[in-house]
Protein backbone atom coordinates (compact mmCIF):
# COMPACT_ATOMS: atom_id res chain seq x y z
CA UNK A 1 0.00 0.00 0.00
CA UNK A 2 1.47 3.16 -0.80
CA UNK A 3 1.26 6.48 0.62
CA UNK A 4 0.45 9.74 -1.38
CA UNK A 5 3.01 12.49 -0.86
CA UNK A 6 1.39 15.60 0.94
CA UNK A 7 3.18 18.06 -1.58
CA UNK A 8 1.96 21.95 -1.42
CA UNK A 9 -0.04 22.98 -3.21
CA UNK A 10 0.74 25.98 -5.65
CA UNK A 11 -0.64 28.99 -4.15
CA UNK A 12 -1.79 32.34 -6.44
CA UNK A 13 0.54 35.47 -6.69
CA UNK A 14 -0.88 37.94 -4.07
CA UNK A 15 -1.90 40.60 -6.88
CA UNK A 16 -4.42 43.71 -5.36
CA UNK A 17 -7.19 43.57 -6.96
CA UNK A 18 -9.01 47.21 -8.18
CA UNK A 19 -10.89 48.02 -5.01
CA UNK A 20 -7.59 47.83 -3.11
CA UNK A 21 -5.83 50.30 -5.12
CA UNK A 22 -8.14 52.63 -5.03
CA UNK A 23 -8.53 52.14 -0.91
CA UNK A 24 -4.76 52.58 -2.04
CA UNK A 25 -5.16 56.04 -4.04
CA UNK A 26 -7.70 57.42 -1.70
CA UNK A 27 -5.58 56.86 1.18
CA UNK A 28 -2.73 58.47 -0.72
CA UNK A 29 -4.59 61.39 -1.93
CA UNK A 30 -6.68 61.68 1.82
CA UNK A 31 -3.08 62.11 2.99
CA UNK A 32 -1.78 64.19 0.39
CA UNK A 33 -5.03 66.62 1.06
CA UNK A 34 -4.44 66.62 4.61
CA UNK A 35 -0.71 67.67 4.47
CA UNK A 36 -1.34 70.15 2.00
CA UNK A 37 -4.23 71.58 4.44
CA UNK A 38 -1.86 71.49 7.26
CA UNK A 39 1.11 73.05 5.43
CA UNK A 40 -1.34 75.99 4.30
CA UNK A 41 -2.14 76.78 8.04
CA UNK A 42 1.08 76.64 9.00
CA UNK A 43 1.94 79.08 6.19
CA UNK A 44 -1.24 81.39 7.06
CA UNK A 45 0.17 81.09 10.68
CA UNK A 46 3.24 82.12 10.15
CA UNK A 47 2.46 84.87 7.68
CA UNK A 48 0.12 86.31 10.23
CA UNK A 49 2.67 86.04 12.93
CA UNK A 50 5.61 87.72 10.80
CA UNK A 51 3.30 90.92 10.19
CA UNK A 52 2.34 90.70 14.26
CA UNK A 53 5.38 90.42 14.89
CA UNK A 54 6.55 93.15 12.81
CA UNK A 55 3.57 94.94 14.10
CA UNK A 56 4.41 94.87 17.94
CA UNK A 57 8.36 95.58 16.90
CA UNK A 58 7.41 98.81 15.02
CA UNK A 59 5.15 99.94 18.06
CA UNK A 60 8.29 99.61 20.22
CA UNK A 61 11.22 100.83 18.28
CA UNK A 62 8.59 104.13 16.94
CA UNK A 63 7.89 104.82 20.66
CA UNK A 64 12.11 104.93 21.36
CA UNK A 65 12.15 106.61 18.46
CA UNK A 66 9.80 109.47 19.40
CA UNK A 67 11.00 109.50 22.80
CA UNK A 68 9.84 111.89 25.34
CA UNK A 69 11.42 114.90 24.06
CA UNK A 70 12.07 118.20 26.78
CA UNK A 71 10.19 120.68 24.91
CA UNK A 72 7.13 118.22 25.64
CA UNK A 73 4.97 119.65 28.26
CA UNK A 74 4.26 116.51 29.88
CA UNK A 75 7.85 115.82 29.83
CA UNK A 76 9.27 119.07 31.84
CA UNK A 77 6.24 119.12 34.11
CA UNK A 78 7.42 115.44 34.62
CA UNK A 79 11.03 116.99 35.42
CA UNK A 80 9.85 119.86 37.63
CA UNK A 81 7.89 117.49 39.52
CA UNK A 82 11.42 115.44 40.04
CA UNK A 83 12.91 118.79 40.87
CA UNK A 84 15.33 118.02 37.68
CA UNK A 85 16.48 121.93 36.62
CA UNK A 86 16.51 121.21 32.59
CA UNK A 87 17.16 124.32 30.62
CA UNK A 88 15.61 124.96 27.41
CA UNK A 89 17.60 122.79 24.55
CA UNK A 90 18.73 124.78 21.47
CA UNK A 91 17.57 123.56 17.94
CA UNK A 92 20.43 121.58 17.44
CA UNK A 93 20.71 119.82 20.65
CA UNK A 94 16.99 118.53 19.59
CA UNK A 95 18.05 117.48 16.67
CA UNK A 96 21.30 115.80 18.00
CA UNK A 97 18.83 114.37 20.46
CA UNK A 98 16.55 113.04 17.34
CA UNK A 99 19.08 111.01 15.56
CA UNK A 100 20.35 109.72 18.60
CA UNK A 101 16.97 108.12 19.18
CA UNK A 102 16.45 107.36 15.36
CA UNK A 103 19.85 105.39 14.85
CA UNK A 104 19.17 103.66 18.40
CA UNK A 105 15.54 102.51 17.17
CA UNK A 106 16.92 101.54 13.68
CA UNK A 107 19.59 99.30 15.25
CA UNK A 108 16.79 97.80 17.57
CA UNK A 109 14.14 96.87 14.49
CA UNK A 110 16.86 95.57 12.21
CA UNK A 111 18.22 93.43 14.97
CA UNK A 112 14.28 91.92 16.46
CA UNK A 113 13.12 91.62 12.51
CA UNK A 114 16.37 89.39 11.57
CA UNK A 115 15.20 87.07 14.69
CA UNK A 116 11.82 86.97 13.75
CA UNK A 117 12.79 85.82 10.53
CA UNK A 118 15.10 83.19 11.86
CA UNK A 119 12.26 81.97 14.06
CA UNK A 120 9.81 81.94 11.60
CA UNK A 121 11.63 80.36 8.75
CA UNK A 122 12.85 77.48 11.17
CA UNK A 123 9.62 76.64 12.47
CA UNK A 124 8.37 76.51 8.69
CA UNK A 125 11.22 74.11 7.15
CA UNK A 126 10.36 71.53 10.14
CA UNK A 127 6.79 71.85 9.61
CA UNK A 128 7.61 71.05 6.07
CA UNK A 129 10.48 68.16 6.66
CA UNK A 130 7.53 66.68 9.20
CA UNK A 131 4.96 66.46 6.39
CA UNK A 132 6.89 64.65 4.02
CA UNK A 133 7.90 62.54 6.33
CA UNK A 134 11.24 62.90 6.82
CA UNK A 135 12.33 62.17 10.57
CA UNK A 136 13.38 65.67 11.81
CA UNK A 137 14.80 64.31 15.42
CA UNK A 138 18.17 63.07 14.47
CA UNK A 139 18.90 66.69 12.14
CA UNK A 140 17.75 68.15 15.82
CA UNK A 141 20.12 66.26 17.61
CA UNK A 142 22.64 66.88 15.15
CA UNK A 143 21.95 70.80 14.98
CA UNK A 144 22.01 71.06 18.91
CA UNK A 145 25.78 69.37 19.08
CA UNK A 146 26.89 71.59 15.99
CA UNK A 147 24.80 74.71 18.57
CA UNK A 148 27.10 73.34 20.96
CA UNK A 149 30.15 73.38 19.16
CA UNK A 150 29.75 76.95 18.02
CA UNK A 151 28.34 78.68 21.05
CA UNK A 152 31.64 77.09 23.08
CA UNK A 153 34.03 78.47 20.00
CA UNK A 154 32.12 81.96 19.35
CA UNK A 155 31.17 82.54 23.15
CA UNK A 156 32.62 85.76 23.58
CA UNK A 157 30.83 87.04 20.18
CA UNK A 158 27.57 85.84 21.46
CA UNK A 159 28.36 87.73 24.71
CA UNK A 160 29.12 91.02 23.28
CA UNK A 161 26.05 90.92 21.00
CA UNK A 162 23.70 90.21 23.83
CA UNK A 163 25.30 93.04 25.83
CA UNK A 164 24.92 95.51 22.97
CA UNK A 165 21.36 94.95 22.84
CA UNK A 166 20.76 95.22 26.31
CA UNK A 167 22.72 98.37 26.51
CA UNK A 168 20.53 99.46 23.28
CA UNK A 169 17.73 98.42 25.10
CA UNK A 170 18.32 100.42 28.51
CA UNK A 171 19.93 103.37 26.42
CA UNK A 172 22.99 103.14 28.67
CA UNK A 173 25.08 105.82 26.56
CA UNK A 174 24.88 106.81 22.74
CA UNK A 175 26.99 109.01 20.06
CA UNK A 176 28.38 112.38 21.87
CA UNK A 177 28.27 111.30 25.44
CA UNK A 178 31.18 111.13 27.60
CA UNK A 179 31.40 107.92 29.35
CA UNK A 180 33.72 106.34 31.48
CA UNK A 181 33.51 102.33 30.92
CA UNK A 182 36.78 101.67 33.06
CA UNK A 183 39.46 100.76 30.34
CA UNK A 184 38.73 103.98 28.77
CA UNK A 185 37.44 107.07 29.51
CA UNK A 186 35.80 109.40 26.10
CA UNK A 187 33.07 110.33 23.75
CA UNK A 188 31.41 108.01 22.23
CA UNK A 189 32.12 107.64 18.00
CA UNK A 190 29.51 104.65 17.45
CA UNK A 191 27.43 102.50 18.96
CA UNK A 192 27.48 98.54 17.48
CA UNK A 193 25.86 95.61 18.76
CA UNK A 194 29.75 94.18 19.03
CA UNK A 195 31.77 97.24 20.37
CA UNK A 196 31.60 100.81 21.08
CA UNK A 197 34.14 103.14 19.61
CA UNK A 198 35.39 106.13 22.03
CA UNK A 199 37.68 108.92 21.67
CA UNK A 200 39.39 109.78 24.54
CA UNK A 201 40.74 113.31 25.36
CA UNK A 202 44.34 112.72 23.61
CA UNK A 203 42.71 111.69 20.25
CA UNK A 204 43.20 108.35 20.85
CA UNK A 205 40.35 106.03 19.22
CA UNK A 206 38.98 102.87 21.57
CA UNK A 207 37.23 99.98 20.40
CA UNK A 208 36.00 98.37 23.48
CA UNK A 209 33.96 94.67 23.28
CA UNK A 210 30.57 94.98 24.90
CA UNK A 211 30.75 92.02 26.53
CA UNK A 212 34.07 93.12 28.57
CA UNK A 213 32.06 96.04 29.53
CA UNK A 214 31.51 96.06 33.17
CA UNK A 215 30.37 99.26 34.33
CA UNK A 216 28.98 102.35 32.78
CA UNK A 217 29.31 106.16 33.84
CA UNK A 218 27.72 108.21 31.74
CA UNK A 219 28.97 111.60 32.45
CA UNK A 220 26.69 113.82 29.99
CA UNK A 221 22.89 112.11 30.79
CA UNK A 222 20.93 114.92 30.78
CA UNK A 223 22.68 117.45 33.54
CA UNK A 224 25.81 117.49 34.46
CA UNK A 225 27.72 118.55 37.43
CA UNK A 226 30.99 121.14 38.03
CA UNK A 227 32.47 119.99 40.86
CA UNK A 228 35.56 122.20 42.04
CA UNK A 229 37.76 121.30 46.08
CA UNK A 230 39.58 124.30 47.18
CA UNK A 231 42.17 123.11 50.48
CA UNK A 232 42.63 126.58 52.09
CA UNK A 233 45.01 127.71 54.97
CA UNK A 234 44.34 126.42 58.37
CA UNK A 235 43.73 129.80 60.27
CA UNK A 236 41.22 130.69 56.49
CA UNK A 237 38.10 132.23 57.29
CA UNK A 238 35.60 129.39 56.38
CA UNK A 239 32.70 131.83 55.91
CA UNK A 240 35.15 134.34 54.04
CA UNK A 241 36.35 131.36 52.21
CA UNK A 242 32.81 129.83 51.21
CA UNK A 243 31.31 133.33 50.21
CA UNK A 244 34.57 133.95 48.04
CA UNK A 245 33.92 130.42 45.93
CA UNK A 246 30.16 131.53 45.41
CA UNK A 247 31.45 135.22 43.84
CA UNK A 248 34.05 133.49 41.84
CA UNK A 249 30.41 131.52 40.18
CA UNK A 250 28.65 134.97 39.80
CA UNK A 251 31.30 136.66 38.52
CA UNK A 252 31.83 133.98 35.82
CA UNK A 253 28.34 134.05 35.01
CA UNK A 254 28.91 138.13 34.85
CA UNK A 255 31.89 137.71 32.45
CA UNK A 256 29.99 134.48 30.05
CA UNK A 257 26.91 134.79 28.73
CA UNK A 258 27.64 130.85 27.52
CA UNK A 259 28.72 130.38 31.65
CA UNK A 260 25.23 131.89 32.45
CA UNK A 261 23.06 129.95 30.24
CA UNK A 262 24.58 126.62 31.29
CA UNK A 263 24.51 126.87 34.75
CA UNK A 264 21.00 125.16 35.73
CA UNK A 265 20.98 125.68 39.74
CA UNK A 266 22.54 127.69 42.26
CA UNK A 267 25.52 127.10 43.24
CA UNK A 268 26.13 125.21 46.84
CA UNK A 269 28.70 125.01 49.18
CA UNK A 270 27.89 123.23 52.05
CA UNK A 271 30.60 123.62 54.50
CA UNK A 272 33.86 122.07 55.31
CA UNK A 273 34.10 119.01 53.51
CA UNK A 274 37.16 117.54 55.31
CA UNK A 275 39.79 118.92 57.90
CA UNK A 276 43.47 117.28 57.29
CA UNK A 277 46.58 117.97 59.23
CA UNK A 278 47.63 121.54 56.98
CA UNK A 279 44.07 122.23 55.39
CA UNK A 280 40.61 122.91 55.49
CA UNK A 281 38.64 121.59 52.41
CA UNK A 282 35.50 122.94 51.00
CA UNK A 283 33.63 121.63 48.02
CA UNK A 284 31.96 123.76 45.42
CA UNK A 285 28.62 122.06 43.57
CA UNK A 286 27.12 123.41 40.09
CA UNK A 287 24.31 121.83 38.18
CA UNK A 288 24.85 122.40 34.53
CA UNK A 289 23.69 121.60 31.39
CA UNK A 290 25.13 118.47 29.53
CA UNK A 291 29.31 118.40 29.09
CA UNK A 292 29.96 121.85 29.62
CA UNK A 293 30.90 121.23 33.14
CA UNK A 294 34.51 121.07 32.05
CA UNK A 295 34.44 124.90 30.61
CA UNK A 296 32.39 126.22 33.70
CA UNK A 297 34.87 124.90 36.27
CA UNK A 298 37.79 126.20 34.11
CA UNK A 299 36.01 129.88 33.81
CA UNK A 300 35.43 129.67 37.65
CA UNK A 301 38.98 128.57 38.75
CA UNK A 302 40.28 131.53 37.20
CA UNK A 303 37.92 133.90 38.89
CA UNK A 304 38.32 132.21 42.01
CA UNK A 305 42.16 133.24 41.71
CA UNK A 306 41.25 136.69 41.31
CA UNK A 307 38.76 136.99 44.08
CA UNK A 308 41.43 134.92 46.40
CA UNK A 309 44.52 137.31 45.67
CA UNK A 310 42.04 140.67 45.85
CA UNK A 311 40.78 138.84 49.08
CA UNK A 312 44.18 137.72 50.87
CA UNK A 313 42.70 134.20 51.28
CA UNK A 314 45.60 131.97 51.13
CA UNK A 315 45.19 128.22 49.91
CA UNK A 316 47.08 125.36 51.62
CA UNK A 317 50.66 124.66 51.07
CA UNK A 318 52.25 120.94 52.34
CA UNK A 319 53.69 120.95 55.90
CA UNK A 320 57.02 119.62 54.70
CA UNK A 321 58.58 121.40 51.61
CA UNK A 322 62.20 120.77 49.96
CA UNK A 323 64.13 124.31 49.36
CA UNK A 324 66.93 123.55 46.78
CA UNK A 325 69.82 125.72 47.50
CA UNK A 326 71.60 126.48 44.12
CA UNK A 327 74.47 128.55 44.83
CA UNK A 328 76.65 126.58 45.78
CA UNK A 329 78.54 123.82 43.86
CA UNK A 330 76.74 120.86 46.45
CA UNK A 331 72.96 121.39 46.38
CA UNK A 332 71.67 121.58 49.89
CA UNK A 333 68.27 120.23 50.81
CA UNK A 334 66.54 121.95 53.77
CA UNK A 335 63.26 120.65 55.18
CA UNK A 336 60.57 123.70 56.99
CA UNK A 337 57.32 123.94 58.19
CA UNK A 338 55.91 125.96 55.13
CA UNK A 339 57.53 129.38 55.39
CA UNK A 340 59.71 130.75 53.10
CA UNK A 341 63.41 129.83 53.79
CA UNK A 342 63.31 133.77 54.85
CA UNK A 343 61.35 133.18 57.81
CA UNK A 344 63.44 130.92 59.61
CA UNK A 345 65.92 133.16 62.31
CA UNK A 346 69.41 132.11 62.15
CA UNK A 347 70.42 130.75 65.16
CA UNK A 348 72.55 133.34 67.69
CA UNK A 349 74.80 133.02 70.69
CA UNK A 350 74.11 134.33 74.44
CA UNK A 351 75.08 137.80 73.17
CA UNK A 352 73.27 138.39 69.82
CA UNK A 353 76.03 137.30 67.46
CA UNK A 354 74.77 134.95 64.93
CA UNK A 355 76.37 131.57 65.11
CA UNK A 356 78.53 130.35 61.90
CA UNK A 357 76.74 127.59 59.52
CA UNK A 358 77.81 123.91 60.63
CA UNK A 359 81.20 122.47 58.84
CA UNK A 360 80.21 120.66 55.44
CA UNK A 361 82.19 117.22 56.92
CA UNK A 362 81.74 116.08 53.04
CA UNK A 363 82.87 119.56 51.59
CA UNK A 364 86.02 120.18 49.66
CA UNK A 365 89.42 120.87 52.13
Known amino acids: MTSASSEPEPTASAVPTVDELQEQAREWLTSIETGAIGLAIVAVLLVIGWFVGRALINGVTVGIERGAPFQDARTRKALRRARIPVAEPET ?202 WDIMREVRREMRRIFSERGIELAVPGDAMVMDAKTPKVKVELHDGKRPSDHHQPTDDSGKPLPPPNDADGDE
Do not use: C
Request: aromatic share 4%.
Open 92 to 293: MELRLEAERRRQRAATLRRVLNSALAVVLVGIGILTLLTTLGIPVGPMLASAGIVGVALGFGAQSLVKDILSGVFMLIEDQYGVGDVVDLGEATGAVEEVGLRSTRLRSLDGTVWYIPNGQIARVGNMTRMWSRALIEVRFAYDTDVEAARTAMLDAVESARHESDEVAANILAEPEVAGVESLEYNAVMLRLLVQVNPATQ
